[in-house]
């Protein structure tokens, strides 16, 4: 429709003297798109559409501007074209508060505009908006919604929205008085697995325990069928969200795999090598801000003064899509600033351990210490917030299970750093160096391979990865100075029962480790009790196989 007819039919509705046209012609708008017809008709039911006397039986209605004069005066914009009101000299009319007289209105009519401004949300050019409307009025249960749930049902193109229709219109004729109408609508609801409309059905078979049979049989089975449905798109949906889990723990775990096989060192301080991702997503997106600034104030004194230390980075301020595109600079960064400081650590401590794991635990566990305190002097001791961008915020909807964008990112990033990482091992010559001072040493060393250099790069790929982990933590959880804590164990788990240096038992580890902990968690209602019967089950499959689901055998294994 055309904005002058639109403006045509508003001014009509509004000047009529009958209440009962009115009423109907308010009703045609509930399929408009027109912005219009959403401002005046919410100003009409607030009292905000004044009426202009222009002479005889001539009523001009008009909008208030927001805009005054010195003296307090304002325009008044007409319905019928948008320009000011005038007089019959052509001069602009300028009202005071005081002069303005409201366009009058009953009850009813109150009522029927509202359930038009409800309707038109069904009409928002925003899928999900329509959907969200269809919800909210369908559980109002108003037999006057109907027509319109069935107008918009006959345009409307996306599935979601045609579904939320769908429920709106079988939710409401639950209400209605005649049985046949209510089977229906039940069976309906029982065919689309209507999670929103479960709490009446729930509500009717009891209403018709004794009174309707049929009803109450067909009601029953309703319940039944979406609650079986519910919990199966939960179990799902608990799958997805272990998945997720294990995504980010099969690349924590990806690069202990390599440096344990490799070294036999047994690194704790790993786990503080994901904080340092984590935390390289929140400088990085605070730079892209507003910046970053922090304060160090020593123990210690140096002849009575204190010593500290502080660093400020000024912030980009950027906005729009430059800002929302910072965690495509954490990604490299990440990985970046963990592998430097694994290779700082294996220059430093880990290189004069090597064959000597139990020492290697306890100095890699004191490292982990030091950073944990670095970090809280740095961070603070509180969790620090990282935003996720824009693009990576939401979900979409697949038979009632919800798949968040920043999971389903996680997921698909795992899968590329896993064939990556296997690329990297078996067609470059760095692979080739790294397998060989995998399965023998000396022979390796022997052969010209400067192993020292190899277990450096090795030890900073693995270090890169676990920062990586640690970005993707920081887009699906708190990021606090005992981050790595909560994963370190896990990781050691996945490496150990996947088998020590096996890249594809670390992958089956990580996906079975923590897909099964999301669903023991669920089933035993406890994070705590799902955590400890998983741990069980690995002790109990380490009983069995000592070497793990794929065990790499090597002299320097054996």
């Known amino acids: 429709m055309k904005a002058a007819d639109v403006r045509g039919q508003l001014v009509e509705a509004i000047t009529n003297d009958d209440a009962e046209a009115q009423i109907k012609l308010v009703e045609q708008f509930?399929?408009?798109t027109n912005t219009l017809v959403v401002q005046t008709l919410t100003a009409w039911r607030q009292g905000a559409v004044y009426l202009y006397d222009a002479g005889g039986d001539k009523k001009i209605p008009f909008l208030a501007d927001s805009t005054t004069d010195a003296d307090g005066k304002m325009r008044g914009l007409q319905l019928s074209d948008g320009q000011p009101v005038k007089d019959a000299s052509g001069k602009v009319v300028m009202f005071l508060s005081s002069d303005l007289t409201a366009a009058d209105t009953t009850s009813k009519l109150r009522r029927a505009i509202r359930a038009t401004l409800d309707l038109l949300a069904l009409s928002n050019p925003n899928p999900n908006i329509r959907r969200d409307a269809a919800a909210k009025l369908g559980l109002e249960q108003n037999a006057a919604y109907l027509e319109g749930f069935r107008l918009h049902l006959e345009t409307e193109k996306n599935p979601e929205a045609q579904k939320a229709l769908q429920e709106a219109i079988a939710i409401t004729?639950?209400?209605?008085n005649q049985r046949a109408v209510q089977l229906a609508a039940i069976k309906k609801l029982d065919g689309l697995r209507s999670v929103m409309g479960l709490d009446d059905i729930v509500k009717l078979e009891t209403a018709s325990r004794g009174k309707a049979p049929e009803l109450a049989a067909a009601a029953a089975q309703a319940r039944k069928d979406i609650q079986q449905h519910i919990n199966f798109s939960n179990f799902l949906g608990t799958l997805f969200h272990g998945l997720s889990l294990s995504s980010v723990l099969l690349i924590a775990a990806i690069g202990l795999a390599i440096t344990f096989g490799l070294m036999g060192i047994i690194n704790m301080a790993h786990g503080e090598m994901i904080a340092i991702g984590a935390y390289t997503s929140y400088v990085v997106q605070n730079i892209f801000g507003t910046g970053f600034s922090f304060s160090v104030n020593l123990p210690f004194s140096f002849f009575g003064h204190p010593l500290g230390f502080g660093l400020s980075i000024p912030g980009m301020n950027a906005t729009g899509w430059f800002y929302e595109s910072y965690f495509l600079f954490v990604l490299p960064l990440s990985f970046i600033m963990a592998a430097l400081a694994g290779l700082l650590l294996e220059r430093t401590?880990?290189?004069?351990?090597?064959?000597?794991p139990l020492e290697s635990l306890l100095a890699t566990w004191g490292v982990s210490l030091v950073m944990q305190q670095l970090f809280r002097m740095v961070f603070g001791a509180n969790n620090v917030q990282v935003s996720s961008p824009r693009w990576l915020l939401g979900h979409f909807d697949i038979n009632d299970v919800s798949f968040g964008y920043n999971r389903v990112f996680v997921i698909l990033f795992a899968v590329i750093i896993v064939f990556g990482t296997?690329?990297?091992l078996t067609k470059t010559p760095l692979g080739l160096l790294i397998r060989a001072v995998m399965q023998n040493r000396d022979m390796a060393s022997c052969m010209g391979v400067r192993t020292a250099?190899?277990?450096?790069?090795?030890?900073?790929?693995g270090s890169g990865l676990a920062g990586l982990a640690g970005a993707f933590l920081s887009q699906i959880g708190n990021v606090g100075p005992s981050l790595g804590q909560s994963y370190i164990v896990d990781s050691f788990m996945t490496v150990v029962v996947g088998g020590v240096g096996s890249i594809v038992?670390?992958?089956c580890a990580s996906v079975g480790i923590g897909t099964s902990d999301q669903v023991l968690q669920q089933v035993t209602g406890s994070p705590v009790t799902?955590?400890?019967?998983?741990?069980i089950c690995i002790i109990l499959f380490l009983q069995w196989k000592p070497g793990g689901l794929f065990s790499v055998r090597s002299r320097s294994l054996d």
């Open 30 to 32: 509930s399929t408009s």
């Open 173 to 176: 004729e639950l209400a209605s």
């Open 349 to 356: 401590v880990i290189r004069f351990l090597y064959r000597r």
């Open 422 to 424: 296997w690329l990297l």
């Open 453 to 461: 250099r190899v277990n450096m790069m090795t030890f900073a790929f």
């Open 505 to 507: 038992g670390t992958v």
């Open 530 to 535: 799902g955590k400890i019967v998983v741990l």
